[in-house]
């Protein structure tokens, strides 16, 4: 993927189309290494659909603007089947997200260094628990809450039960839509960081 898209940077070829480019080629191979994995261990059967989680791509990734040396942003929404607790599921889950984002490791994309990964508890949640996450940052506001927002809000789904992405999506619109000393933070947040244009 590096050295096509390289040749294609000699070529002239639009940096707008590369990203594009880099994050098909990424999300292709991404998805690829989910699939084995989750059939490897057991939480999906080969060719069927896993419903039961859902891949959140996060920040560039999720934006579809990734570079020759993007890292991992990467977490889970899961659902919790009656009788079971969310901590439960999560114990099943995390050590698969960890095979993951070992595996990405190992094809060049490196590890978050500050652990933004599924593998990691704090990103491997319940719809019900990622929207109490979302509301905190929302009403509280505090420049970590900003940073936090800058990365997470830009999701998308990338395998798995993509209606647990549109919902969540959906839950923020509306959530964010009742703050609007937020939206005031996030633009004038945006304001501060100037275009990198020489």
């Given at each position: 993927i590096r050295e096509l898209t390289h040749n294609m940077m000699a070529q002239g070829v639009a940096a707008g189309q590369i990203t594009q480019l880099i994050s098909t080629l990424n999300d292709l191979l991404t998805t690829r290494i989910i699939e084995l994995e989750c059939i490897a261990s057991g939480l999906q059967h080969p060719n069927s659909n896993q419903d039961a989680l859902c891949w959140l791509e996060l920040g560039s990734e999720g934006r579809l603007e990734q570079t020759f040396y993007t890292d991992?942003?990467?977490?889970?929404?899961?659902?919790?089947?009656?009788?079971?607790?969310?901590?439960?599921?999560?114990?099943?889950?995390?050590?698969?997200?960890?095979r993951i984002n070992e595996a990405l490791?190992?094809?060049?994309?490196?590890?978050?260094?500050?652990?933004?990964?599924?593998?990691?508890?704090?990103?491997?949640?319940?719809?019900?628990?990622?929207?109490?996450?979302?509301?905190?940052?929302?009403?509280?506001?505090?420049?970590?809450?900003?940073?936090?927002?800058?990365?997470?809000?830009?999701?998308?789904s990338l395998y798995g039960n993509s209606s647990y992405a549109a919902e969540l999506r959906a839950w923020l619109v509306g959530k964010i839509s009742g703050v609007p000393r937020f939206l005031h933070q996030m633009a004038?947040?945006?304001?501060?960081?100037r275009p990198p244009l020489g």
């Open positions: 991992q942003d990467n977490g889970i929404i899961f659902s919790v089947p009656e009788g079971e607790t969310a901590d439960a599921v999560r114990q099943r889950l995390l050590p698969v997200a960890e490791a190992g094809c060049g994309f490196p590890l978050c260094s500050g652990g933004i990964m599924a593998s990691n508890p704090k990103w491997c949640l319940s719809r019900e628990e990622w929207q109490n996450t979302f509301a905190e940052w929302i009403d509280h506001g505090s420049p970590e809450d900003l940073l936090n927002a800058s990365i997470f809000f830009d999701f998308r004038a947040n945006a304001l501060r960081n």
